[in-house]
């Protein structure tokens, strides 16, 4: 009878059980039963430079797919240097399974190679942390993770193997596996409140529904886009959830960007705010005082946060839209969208001659605009950067779900854009894959482009380069005197020669006019492919305003 080590009962459980055909990962000898078990259940590693990718790459892969992403590291410094990846993904409520190495039993507390207490490090930025010692007990573990992963309000788990147990042996047909993969479960709030839901809406003059990152937990895109046109309800997603109806879409309020969607929230008399949280960039909420609040999420602490509700509806976001959307009335309001469009005018005047005017040295909105001119719409963005975060999001456009995203409104994870790209990549193969990305972001990861290369996973990385930590540098600029700007330079650097050393393609630009012919040599390519070009480093976006304003007590 054929015996497995527990590594390989890993592998067979990560295929044949969840249907995860893909990992992200740092080899290290604590962990190297599971590279092996991978290799005969035709796992596909991808091995990163830096552990910190792999879980960024495998909360991207999860966000495309539908499905926990699954990352493995090794123990000591590679736990360690996944936690900023691990905190991102808890903060943004994304499923990421990190299985991780520790140090043998037989030398706990001894002096070992990399013996810490992982586990206290990682519970406070975890929805789960286990750890388990038994080769037969693999599966209960991983099942556990996994099923804590998905359920209720997602998000990233923890589970340590010992070497043990990894290493141990055990006969193959005695190895119990569960029957099925973890479960979502869709949650439904009370009849009762969803009737005083669909009466505030249907009675509202200026309704809005304002979404987030639960849109896109649900896969919703459908229920979203039945109630919104069936209701006539402007509506504004923003997060994971933006393009589960297009930002093109008639309904979509994008042509306002992030500034329209304050003006919206704070004219409207109803908003359903459907799994999103009211922080910084809804300024707490308290842009929506004028309004009754409708408020969908599928974790009842969050239902009052900040923002007492008129109407909880604590469920799946799916199955309480539809529940709405069968009960709301068919409605023209026009007017109503109309009168918004209007006062949008005035908030976007500046950014749209910003994009539709030449300049040198170039704006980057110009530069973004560029980028949709080259790609079109039907590309997955991924935006990284401060300043460049806000220009690359009000500038491209979204046409299904998640088609534009960022490093996450809430841990402000700089560095995220290469490896979120990356993992795009890999689990939509046939996608063309963007990345608009400041110069001191694009740093951070850059040696992930030679993962990049080496797994065939090509991506385009468009650097908008200001020499600087654009946003920090403003913010002292706009604080102090000009004499105490500090830390903050970074100088012309050429980023492109890096995308070259590690086997891609490169190309500098600093003219108006080299821009899109650059681009598109680019898209055409077919390998990684890096545009590193030089923008106005005097602009400062409306979001660095912001947060100087923030700065004030």
């Not at 090509?458 to 654009?470: M, S, T």
């Amino acid at each position: 009878m054929a015996e497995v080590h527990g590594g390989r009962v890993v592998a067979e459980y990560l295929k044949n059980v969840e249907g995860i055909d893909t990992i992200f990962a740092l080899s290290g000898g604590h962990i190297a039963p599971i590279f092996d078990g991978c290799l005969d259940t035709g796992v596909r590693v991808v091995d990163v430079r830096h552990e910190q990718a792999a879980v960024m790459m495998a909360h991207a892969w999860s966000i495309y797919t539908g499905k926990p992403g699954v990352c493995l590291v090794t123990a000591g410094p590679g736990f360690t240097n996944s936690l900023t990846g691990v905190v991102n993904a808890f903060l943004e409520n994304v499923p990421v399974v990190v299985l991780c190495g520790m140090v043998a039993l037989r030398d706990l507390d001894k002096g070992a190679l990399q013996d810490m207490d992982q586990q206290s490090m990682v519970k406070p930025v975890v929805k789960w942390a286990g750890r388990c010692h038994q080769t037969e007990r693999i599966p209960e573990y991983l099942e556990m993770a996994f099923r804590n992963a998905v359920s209720g309000r997602p998000g990233p788990v923890f589970l340590e193997i010992n070497p043990e147990a990894l290493y141990g042996m055990m006969e193959e047909e005695g190895v119990a596996y569960p029957a099925a993969a973890a479960e979502r479960y869709a949650v439904l709030p009370e009849e009762d409140a969803l009737a005083q839901a669909v009466e505030l809406l249907n009675g509202a003059e200026r309704p809005l529904l304002v979404g987030g990152s639960g849109i896109a937990h649900s896969r919703c895109a459908e229920e979203v886009k039945a109630l919104v046109e069936k209701a006539g309800i402007p509506t504004i997603l923003l997060d994971n959830g933006r393009g589960a109806i297009p930002d093109e879409h008639p309904l979509s309020l994008w042509d306002g960007g992030l500034m329209g969607v304050m003006a919206a929230a704070s004219m409207a008399d109803v908003v359903l705010a459907v799994g999103i949280r009211f922080n910084w960039v809804l300024n707490f909420g308290d842009i929506l005082a004028n309004a009754k609040v409708i408020r969908v999420d599928i974790d009842a602490g969050e239902i009052n946060r900040n923002r007492k509700a008129d109407v909880a509806l604590v469920g799946d976001a799916g199955a309480v839209l539809g529940k709405l959307g069968e009960g709301v009335a068919e409605k023209d309001r026009s007017a109503w969208l109309e009168s918004l469009r209007g006062s949008f005018a005035a908030i976007t005047a500046g950014d749209r001659q910003a994009m539709e005017t030449p300049a040198d040295p170039i704006h980057p909105l110009r530069l973004v605009q560029s980028i949709r001119e080259a790609t079109g719409d039907d590309a997955i963005f991924i935006v990284d950067g401060g300043d460049t975060l806000y220009f690359g999001s009000v500038g491209l456009r979204a046409r299904e779900i998640s088609g534009v995203i960022g490093s996450g409104t809430l841990f402000g994870c700089l560095g995220t854009g290469v490896p979120f790209a990356i993992g795009a990549k890999v689990a939509l193969p046939d996608k063309r894959v963007v990345l608009l990305t400041g110069d001191g972001s694009f740093g951070l990861n850059a040696m992930e482009l030679e993962t990049s290369c080496r797994h065939g996973a090509p991506i385009v990385v468009v650097i908008c380069n200001d020499q600087a930590w654009g946003m920090v540098k403003h913010h002292q600029e706009l604080c102090y005197e000009e004499c105490r700007v500090c830390g903050t330079d970074l100088g012309v650097i050429h980023y492109e020669m890096i995308a070259e050393a590690l086997g891609g393609r490169g190309e500098f630009v600093d003219k108006e006019a080299d821009i899109l012919p650059a681009l598109k040599r680019a898209l055409d390519y077919g390998g990684p492919a890096c545009v590193n070009v030089i923008t106005d480093p005097t602009v400062t976006s409306p979001a660095t305003l912001m947060f100087v304003e923030g700065f004030k007590f």
